[in-house]
Every structure is written in structure tokens, then in C-alpha cells.
């Protein structure tokens, strides 16, 4: 058995406003040269197909497109399962339909204890699920944690193992010990998210997952985070991008990761205002991409976006990496900030924002507003 | 040919803020009675299948099991096309699968040309499209009006025509000389939406159209609007609701209705305060119902709205039919009107609606705000 594992396309993500529908589709297009060149018996997508639960138009039409072409056109059986993401609700309209042409796309926790028979493999697709689902399906009120959700749904698994068969667990969440980035939703926080990898490692011969933005998130040789095809936060600026060709073969697991060149980076520069914005600098960098921009002055640049955009067009971040000359409000004490009042808080933070001051309409709007609120107060 | 005209499911509608989800359920229950009594050949729904373009989760839900109960589970050949109401795109998503087990949704005007052959009879499913999209479509500028669309569409069609097949074009406009309902929406004013009727009678043996909530707003023959499955506003109060079975044979149609019982109806009750009040009348009404209430009383009465939902809890609409007693703003002349200060003007409008004057926060609140508006303006 081989296959193609992927997941957290997140069709439709912007960052800071921009669009990547484009930078999408040119990823999704080398993923079809990439199982083409394997010639993969099945393509594996581990969760978050969409970026919102309500997507856009176009994005629908995207992700429409890529399944159309991986499963219809190109006739690969498609595995795929909702993560955090996506509303399993809103997704799975035709799936009744689609498991006539090998499209299976679980969405409930139910569906996941039916094997999907592929070859010589058995996979279990398992979408992202909360405890209290859990709760509610095994009528069990015992299982508080994802983790104590997750030993019971393995063992329900197992049970329907055809020992004959290779085992293939595809799944959304966070594995104990993983790493996270900056673009990820943290679920729940404190660790009841966790999944031990214990207990995936000891009963499947490969897990698939999803949730995780670095394929390198979690170390362990046969369950695996694919990360995205795509960097989305500047936290994953060094990380490459792709997916894994998976061979399974007698329960044993050969992995080959295949990089995705992305049409746009995401990138980080750094320098001063004025070598920024020198030909010697910017002629070196691709403009093009989605840039986080470290400037090192410490001074007062006025109107400082917008200067940097007329070279830079796609500024995602820009951070001041020596902190600034004046003193901030930030940098003033507790004790410090509550002596003043409100009008002159907010027009010190207005000023350090936009780097000009309140004009006399917003004055007048904010004082009002101040006296208002403190009516409301009494 | 024998198959169940119905139309306009409005899933996920609401009623001045009251789910119907219970009652189209219920409704669409006696849809599957009446398409198994008759043991139709194919059951035909002239679009606005959702409500909004972006429907809850809930009704996407019912319209899943709604359509995967008729094309799954009864075998029965589904024909669905959008109306101005569905997003086409949000409801296209497993189009090309559903096409294996006879489901036909078309949302796309290109692919209202490639007849469906059913038996002896050829449908045409034109989903409802604005003359902008027939102008890119034909690529001809000179396609202003629905109707000069229409007349390019029907062209293109007749010439798919099969002369030993019967034809039924299923599709979603205004039809010239139709009555329009409260609750449709007019999508354009000026006559510029109409659709001439004798182009289609000309060229279809049956036209099933949706659109329109009165089966009766067209007098025709062979082009039929089927109207809601349910009352869907206070004017459709007299209408009385349900399915088309269409028996077509040798190109002669043969039209039988099949009403539907709504699970809670929407109806009038009129009286005065106290009759309206008194076991001996409520006791008659079926208290369940929407119910649009008309007063005959003329003088103030507190907290009418409060009293009356105690005993009616599904009010739609409140109506003084005599008029009221004391002056009223709209009764003011033009000039009077502008003599007054908004604070006072804004205070009778609030005690007219609400029968209580403005508390003293409120006074407060609305005295800062148009001191504000004010001086915005300066």
C-alpha cells in the first residue's frame, strides 16, 4: 500500500488580510504531479480542509475542484476526515454519494469504527471530535479528557481489525510531546487535548495526522503530522513544506517526504529604514512574498507602513527588533498608568499606533464618549 | 411520464424569528406519502431549496436526509435546480456524484442545456441566473432583460430537442402576469425580471416553475408555479398548500394537487382586548398556530403585546384595524413634524411604539447623542 498523506489545507486562509486561493491551487497542483510520479493507490487528507467552518464561495469552488480532480478525474480513492476547522455539518453534504466513486469523507465520530478496505490496508478515518461527543455516542459520562475519549475509540477500533490486514489510523489532534506554531488553534489548553502516541503507536502500523503546521512537530517513526503545504504564520518561516509518500509494506513503514515549492514565500527581512529601502537591499529580495519585516531604527519613522509597502507590497508583521527611542505607554508602570486619565491613555496609544495625534473631531468624539460611559457607570 | 411538481422549500425559514424546521419536516413526511401513493417517476423541485444562501447547520441537516431519503433510500429520480434564494456554489459541492443515482441539481446556467431523459420526457433544469451571467454565457451584450435571456435560452434548448421525447423545462423566475405573495422577493422592479408565458407554452409540454408562493398566481394551463409547501407570510393566509402530480402523456399534461396539512398553520384572529381574552373565543382558536391578530380596540392598551402572547404565544403580527385614539406622530402634518426637536419627537415615537415614555438613562443617552450628531455635522 502507498499513499499520499496530507492534511491542513485550510482552503481559503488568509494572512492579515491576503488572499492565498492562489498560492492553494498552485500547492494543490504539485500534490497531483507528486501522486502522479508515485502513482499512490490512495491520497489521505488528515483534517482542516477548510480554514472557517462558514468558508467563502471561492474557496468551496477551490477545494470542489481538488477533489473533483483528485477522485473523478484522476480516479485515486480519497480519504479525508474534518479537523477543528471545518464545520463537519457543512461538509458533509454528499457523502452518501461520494463513497460510490472511493470518496469517503467522515465527518461524524460514528463513522470512524468502519474500515475502509483499500489493498491490503484497513484505515480508520476518525475526524476531529470533542469529549462530549465521545460521551454521548459510547454513552459513557467516564470519559472526560480526549485522551481517555481517544483509548476508548481505539479499543472500538481494534476490535474491528482483520488481523490479515495492515492497519492505517487517520486523525485530527494533538499528539502528547508535539510542538506547536503560531497559525494552529490550540483547542483546549493545560494538556486535556493530548493524545498519548503510546497508544496510537502500539495498535496501528501508521497514523496520519492532522492539526499540527510542522510535519516535525512530534518525533516518532510511524505516526506522523504531514504539516501544511503551505507556511501560514511567520513562526513556520523555516520550516519546509510537503508531504509524505508512505509505502506500507508487511506493517512495515518507508516514508519519502515530497517538498512543495510555494508560488509565494513567507519571509523575514531585516535592516534599517533607509537600507530597506536602498536598490541594493530590495533588489535581492522577492518582493513578491509575504514578508515579516525586523526594522532595527529605534526612532520615530513617520508614516512607516506606508513607505515600506510602496517596496514591500505583502508586509505580514513589522517589529521593531531594538525597541523604540521615546517612552511608550507600555513601558510605563501599573501604578504609573493608573494616575492618568482616560483621554490622555488613549491619545498617548493613539499617537504610539499611528504615529500622529487625536484630531479635534476625534477629541471631541472620545471626550463625550468618556463622560457617557461614566454616566452609564453610576 | 408521472412526477411530483413542488417547489420553493425555503429550508431554515423563520417567521418573525420562529423556526419552521419542525414543520417543513413534517411537511416534507406528506411529500414522500403523496410521491409513494402516486409512485412517481421522478419528484421535481423548482429551486429556493434553502432559505438564505448561507443556511444553518440545522437546515442543511433536514434538506440532507430530505434529499438522501427520496434519492437514496426511495430510488426515486431527484431533478433540483438553485433558486434566488440558494447559493448556487454552497449547493453544488457533490453535483458531479450525485448524478450517479439520477439526483440532478443544476446551479449553473451552462448546464441547463443537456437534457435529463427520463423515460419518454426530457427536462431541462435552468436554475434561477441573472441576465449578466446569459450575457457571458452567449457572449451577447444585447441580453438586458430576463426575457431577451429567456428567449436565447429556449432557442438553445429546442435545439437539444428530441422529437420522439416529450419536454418539461423546470426553472425559477417571475412569470409575466403572475401575482406576487408577501414573503417572495421581487428581484428586480420595472417588469425587467418577467418572463412571457407564451414563450414557454410554445415550446414545453410542462413548464414546473418555482419562485412564487401561490400555485394560483399564473393562470395556465401547462405553466405552473406549485407554490411553498407551507404559508410562509400573512398574505399567503388563504392559500391553501401543497404538490403538483404531473401525468404526461402523448405531450398532454394532466394536473392533480395534493394538499398539505401543516403541522401549525398560519391564520387571523380579530376581536377586541377582551374577547380576545376570554376562554370563550380563545378556546376556539388553535392556540398553537402563527397567528397575525387584529385588534379592534381604539384606545392605549400597556403591555398589550406581553398579555396577548400569554394566551397566543405565536403572534406574528399585531394590527389595530379601527386605528387608535390619541394623535399620533403619523398623523402630524409635514410642517409640525419640523417644528419639533428630535428629543421630543423621538419621545413620542418611542411611547407610541412601546406604550411607556423614555426613562431617564434613556433621556440621558439620546440628549448626549444628538449633541454629538450635532457637532459631527459642524
Known amino acids: ?17 491576503y488572499s492565498l486561493l492562489e498560492e492553494q491551487l498552485e500547492a494543490y497542483e504539485q500534490v497531483l504531479h507528486i501522486a502522479d510520479k508515485h502513482q499512490v493507490e490512495a491520497v489521505v487528507i488528515a ?13 468551496i469552488e477551490l477545494f470542489n475542484q481538488m477533489v473533483q480532480t483528485i477522485n473523478l478525474e484522476k480516479r485515486w480513492p480519497l480519504l ?20 460510490a466513486t472511493q470518496f469517503h469523507l467522515n465527518t461524524r465520530l460514528a463513522q470512524a469504527f468502519k474500515p475502509i478496505v483499500l489493498g491490503n490496508t484497513q484505515f480508520f478515518l476518525l475526524p476531529y471530535f470533542e469529549p462530549f461527543e465521545a460521551r454521548q455516542y459510547f454513552e459513557d459520562e467516564s470519559l472526560k479528557t480526549i485522551q481517555t475519549a481517544m483509548e476508548r475509540v481505539v479499543e472500538e477500533m481494534t476490535a474491528q481489525f482483520d488481523p490479515n490486514y ?12 508535539s510542538e506547536r506554531s503560531d497559525s494552529e488553534t490550540a483547542v483546549t489548553v493545560g494538556g486535556l487535548d493530548n493524545v ?11 497514523v496520519a495526522l492532522g492539526h499540527l503546521h510542522n510535519r516535525h512537530a512530534l518525533h516518532n517513526e510511524t505516526v ?3 504539516g501544511t503545504l503551505l507556511k501560514y504564520s511567520l513562526s513556520e518561516v523555516n520550516q519546509k513544506k510537503g508531504v509524505w509518500i508512505v509505502t506500507l509494506e508487511d506493517g512495515k513503514v518507508t516514508l519519502e517526504f515530497e517538498p512543495i515549492k510555494p508560488l509565494r514565500d513567507v519571509e523575514v527581512i531585516e535592516g534599517s529604514f533607509s537600507e530597506l529601502l536602498s536598490p541594493e537591499f530590495y533588489e535581492k529580495v522577492n518582493r513578491d512574498n509575504y514578508l515579516g519585516v525586523r526594522l532595527t531604527d529605534r526612532e520615530v519613522i513617520p508614516n512607516v507602513m506606508n513607505q515600506l509597502t510602496k517596496v514591500y507590497p505583502k508586509i505580514i508583521q513589522l517589529d521593531r527588533v531594538n525597541g523604540r527611542d521615546r517612552q511608550s505607554i507600555s513601558s510605563m508602570s501599573q501604578s504609573d498608568l493608573q494616575k492618568q486619565d482616560p483621554l490622555t491613555l488613549f491619545g498617548d496609544f493613539f499617537k504610539e499606533m499611528t504615529e500622529s495625534p487625536l484630531s479635534e473631531f476625534q477629541q471631541t468624539v472620545l471626550t463625550e464618549t468618556i463622560q457617557l460611559t461614566n454616566k452609564e457607570g453610576e
Open 1 to 17: 500500500m502507498k499513499f499520499l498523506h496530507t492534511a491542513d489545507w485550510h482552503i481559503g486562509k488568509k494572512i492579515k488580510g
Open 47 to 59: 483534517g482542516d480542509l477548510y480554514d472557517r467552518s462558514v468558508p467563502s464561495v471561492e474557496a
Open 80 to 99: 479525508a476526515i474534518s479537523g477543528n476547522h471545518d464545520s463537519a455539518i457543512r461538509l458533509e453534504a454528499g457523502g452518501p454519494w461520494y463513497e
Open 166 to 177: 495492515q492497519h492505517v489510523l487517520v486523525a485530527h489532534f494533538f499528539a502528547a510531546g
Open 196 to 206: 498519548s502516541v503510546s497508544l496510537l503507536e502500539e495498535h496501528f502500523d501508521y
Open 224 to 226: 506522523k503530522y504531514s
